[in-house]
């Protein structure tokens, strides 16, 4: 069943003409956490209650722009935060994997596993110019 509900991500290509997904030339996809409603016991309710105050489960999500999901991770504690849940992905023996080099292979074996998340000043920068770029592209596209 697994090739039935995931799809292999293909990098978005450097002429894409979509306008959500142009920015990201090479990115896979995107990933993202979000909150499942669940009933727990009385005593698990504290690590399942959200800084909403709901009681919910924190699932990762990583999908295709063609809205595909490539992986989850479902289970985690509300109370959990996002990077606590990133970072067990990325650990997992058969977690969340990027292809090496950008390449596209059939085997999983010839994934290379992500083993350090941080911030950077590059990634700050990136994303600061990326907005300024879309901005930029929007302002155009009103004149």
Known sequence: MHSVFFRKPEPIQENSTDDRWKWFQGCLGALDGTFIKVNVSSSDRPRYRTRKNEIATN?????????????????????????????DAISRRNGLNVPQDGSQTEEVN????????EPST???EWRDKLASDMFSSWLASRS
């Not at 999908?63 to 996002?82: H, K, R």
């Not at 010839?110 to 998340?117: A, D, P, S, T, V």
């Open 59 to 87: 699932v990762l999500g990583v999908c295709t722009p063609n809205m595909q999901f490539i992986y989850v991770l479902p289970g985690w504690e509300g109370s959990a935060a996002d990077g606590r849940v990133l970072r």
């Open 110 to 117: 010839e994934f290379e596993m992500i083993r350090h998340c």
């Open 122 to 124: 590059a990634w700050t």
